[in-house]
């Protein structure tokens, strides 16, 4: 037994440390119940996805239960066809961008997977990058990378939208289902957007640009052979070999068509269609051409990048548009837009769609005509009309281009071109071709038994352009290109003796105007379609914007004022070294080689290059096209370019032939449209109580700050376009760019654990403050 003094020994050395334990006690109380009042505001805190929730839980504002004739796949028809409110979405990965390459330290220091990790976060993004296996460089990676990961969040807002227009509430509807796979015995694992099990109904969202996957659409067919129906919903028209594949595997599809607006656009790199470099422009059109590489391997590699950051989302469905998926070699510019008021300004191209189906080559080089086309509209908007002029003439080397508008890309396109159509001619001209052999044998002979026929100068310039003029706006319809061919002397001699000196004048007159007849129609339709001459209709469509803007700019000065008519295009030079003498010269060697011998009956002769003439561009005349008519033939074309300036949007050449405007090849069956305009940052909701800016806040964009990201000028709606609608000034676009839709919070989903976790820490607390009392000070 202890005596007294060791006793109060014993207490005098365990009290500091019972003392010590106590304030950790009372530490660990005050941080439990702190933490749980921090969490307890639920609406202002975004939580982890949430899977297998009833939807009206899940999702806010679903108003009532929808009847079964109002669902698709219920009473409506596959293939319905509805226009609901647009939205807008951030894409939280876009602050990444000014992230620098990481160093190998901070590699090395990385801990964890990225599959631990929520896609957009730095922490993903660098693991990502941290077992990237591939040919590119940060900047490129990093830059395809961040539009990838917007997948959720696109497609999130799309689904509040499709749930409450479908009002999906009550607690039969589930949403981010992925137990419906299990339960049903199906091979593939497999999460439904949407999933009614008392009506068998399961809706998965689509955004119509991603590829379908044949795994998923093999767990589709399976589940409705078990009696379900299985309904996709676009958010925008699927493209036809999408159209094959859900035919294929019974798969039903409806339409419910959403704009998805980004709130924080990304950053443009490209500087196309800029006319003034403190407000720069972006939108789909240059987000896609970045992307899409320089050349076939950059091109896979980007989409194979694509991919698999779209493997890590939980929305692969509504990865952004392919690159790979648009025929380059086929852009044209179609829309733009002016308001002098405040200086904004809009445009749209039109492009061919490639297939869609099986491990198509993905196509490249988007870059490269988007920046022909908007150096030309400069390069047209600078200069005199004078100047537009190229002229291949053996007589007149001295006259080929004039000497500025040769420092150009659009002065380098049309003498290229002007070589290209004698080419074309004397391809035609082949007696091993059809059309040849026929004009061949359809000449007048001379007594002689030759064929003699004179020099002819041929030509090329505009058709009257069909447009839709509505105020503010110009559609180009339709800029078709018309070739002309004359007789015409040349004091040139060709190589050799002339056997035709002494031909009849009157025969010789009869057989080159056969000529021109014969070859004018087939060299109008080649410039108007063949592939060789795509260049030369892009820089034409845009000198007809050209001519639309300069007319307007002198009744009211515009966004492009200070560049009309200053006949400075040190801004804008050839991206391709050039030189307008060897083009000539590559000329004057074709016309001293023979290209063809023919052989007739009455001997056979050496056929020779005896063609002039150029390209004239002077003018840009148009033909508008009536408001009823426009109307009546592209009722959807003004939604359509709306939506363009945000992602790519898919126009079934068969279903809407309206909106398929440009040259498009004979298989092709549909057409892309994107668009862009001058960078607006969409402001968010207005916070309750704003929260100071943090070191790693991004700036809020002043009246005169563009903003770190590019995004169109003006919005889409569903109003109908036409020249009494101004412009949307910059200062108060937040207000019109989407229609009220009821209270969206920060995600438009709801954080229920928040409250368990409240809940938690505070009964820890009291626990804490328990064992406090349990070790009472002893005297």
């Known amino acids: 037994m202890t005596s007294l003094d060791e006793q109060n020994q014993r207490i005098a050395q365990w009290e500091p440390r019972r003392d010590r334990i106590r304030r950790a006690l009372v530490f660990a109380t005050a941080f439990a119940l702190t933490a749980a009042a921090v969490l307890v505001p639920v609406d202002e805190v975004q939580g982890a996805p949430r899977f297998n929730v009833q939807c009206d839980e899940l999702i806010d504002g679903i108003e009532g239960i929808a009847d079964l004739e109002e669902l698709p796949g219920g009473g409506l028809d596959s293939g319905y066809d509805e226009r609901i409110d647009d939205y807008e979405y951030d894409n939280p990965a876009e602050q990444l961008r000014p992230r620098q390459k990481p160093t190998q330290a901070e590699l090395d220091a990385l801990q964890g997977s990225y599959e631990d990790f929520e896609p957009g976060t730095e922490d993903h993004m660098l693991r990502r990058w941290k077992v990237y296996e591939g040919d590119y460089e940060w900047e490129r990676w990093r830059n395809t990378y961040i539009p990838a990961v917007s997948n959720d969040f696109r497609g999130d807002g799309f689904h509040r939208n499709v749930a409450r227009r479908l009002k999906l509430g009550g607690d039969q509807w589930i949403c981010e289902d992925n137990k419906l796979w299990e339960e049903e015995k199906l091979e593939t694992r497999r999460r439904y957007d ?143 837009s002016e308001n002098p008021a405040n200086k904004d300004f809009e445009y749209a191209f039109s492009a061919a769609e490639l297939a869609d189906e099986g491990e198509a080559e993905p196509s490249y080089g988007g870059e490269a005509p988007l920046d022909l086309s908007s150096d030309a509209l400069f390069t047209w908007l600078a200069l005199d009309p004078n100047q537009f002029w190229v002229n291949l003439n053996p007589d007149t080397p001295e006259t080929i281009i004039d000497e500025q508008f040769a420092t150009t890309d659009a002065g380098r396109v049309l003498l290229e071109a002007d070589l290209a159509f004698k080419r074309t001619i004397a391809d035609h001209m082949n007696p091993e071709t059809e059309t040849g052999q026929a004009f061949w044998d359809s000449v007048e002979r001379t007594d002689d038994g030759l064929i003699c026929h004179g020099w002819y100068r041929f030509w090329v310039d505009p058709k009257p352009a069909t447009v839709r003029e509505d105020g503010d706006q110009l559609y180009i319809l339709d800029a078709p290109l018309r070739a002309q061919i004359e007789p015409i002397e040349v004091d040139w001699e060709l190589p050799g003796e002339d056997l035709c000196a002494d031909a009849p004048e009157d025969l010789v007159d009869r057989n080159t105007q ?19 001459y795509a260049d030369l209709r892009r820089v034409y469509t845009a000198r007809v914007a050209a001519e639309w803007l300069k007319q307007r700019d002198a009744e009211r000065p515009g966004a492009f004022h200070d560049v009309i008519g200053s006949g400075d295009v040190s801004g804008w030079p050839a991206r391709t070294e050039w030189d307008p003498q060897d083009v000539f010269d590559a000329y004057l060697e074709r016309l001293q080689t023979p290209l063809y011998r023919y052989e007739w009956t009455h001997g056979d002769m050496e056929y020779w290059l005896e063609i002039t003439g150029g390209i004239q561009f002077p003018d840009a005349p148009r033909d508008p096209m009536p408001a009823e008519r426009f109307e009546s033939e592209h009722p959807t074309l003004p939604k359509t370019v709306r939506s363009a300036a945000y992602e790519a949007v898919s126009v079934p050449v068969a279903a809407q032939t309206g909106d398929a405007i440009g040259t498009l090849a004979e298989d092709t069956e549909s057409m892309a449209w994107l668009g862009g305009g001058p960078v607006v940052q969409l402001p968010g909701p207005d916070p309750t109580d704003p929260p100071d800016p943090g070191p790693t806040d991004p700036p809020n964009p002043g009246p005169t700050d563009p903003g770190p990201g590019p995004g169109p000028g003006n919005p889409p709606d569903d109003g109908p376009a036409g020249g009494d609608q101004p412009t949307v000034p910059e200062a108060d676009l937040a207000r019109n760019v989407v229609p009220a839709s009821g209270p969206l919070p920060a995600t438009g989903y709801s954080q229920p654990w928040i409250i368990p976790t409240a809940i938690a820490l505070v009964l820890a607390g009291l626990v804490l403050v328990a064992l406090r009392h349990r070790w009472p000070r002893r005297q």
């Not at 925008?236 to 070999?241: A, I, L, V």
């Not at 056969?514 to 087939?522: H, K, Q, S």
């Not at 060299?523 to 108007?528: C, K, P, R, S, W």
Request: charged share 20%; aromatic share 6%; net charge positive.
């Open 194 to 336: 949407s999933v009614n099990r008392t009506l068998k109904i399961a809706y998965e969202l689509k955004s119509g640009n991603s590829p379908l996957k044949i795994e998923q659409l093999r767990a589709d067919a399976a589940l409705r052979a078990k009696g379900w129906r299985v309904v996709y919903i676009f958010s925008q028209d699927p493209k036809p070999g999408q159209l094959r594949l859900l035919q294929q595997y019974g798969v039903e599809h409806t339409k419910l068509r959403s704009t998805a607006v980004p709130r924080n656009p990304p950053q443009p790199i490209n500087n196309a269609l800029s006319p003034n470099p403190q407000r720069p422009t972006g939108g789909a059109v240059k987000d896609l051409a970045q992307r899409s590489g320089g050349n076939a391997n950059a091109a896979r590699e980007g989409q194979r990048i694509q991919n698999q950051i779209a493997g890590d989302t939980r929305r692969p469905g509504f990865s952004p548009g392919r690159p790979g998926g648009i025929d380059w070699t086929s852009l044209e510019l179609r829309y733009v």
């Open 514 to 532: 056969l000529l021109a007849d014969t070859f004018a129609p087939l060299l109008e339709q080649a410039v108007n379609t063949a592939p060789e």
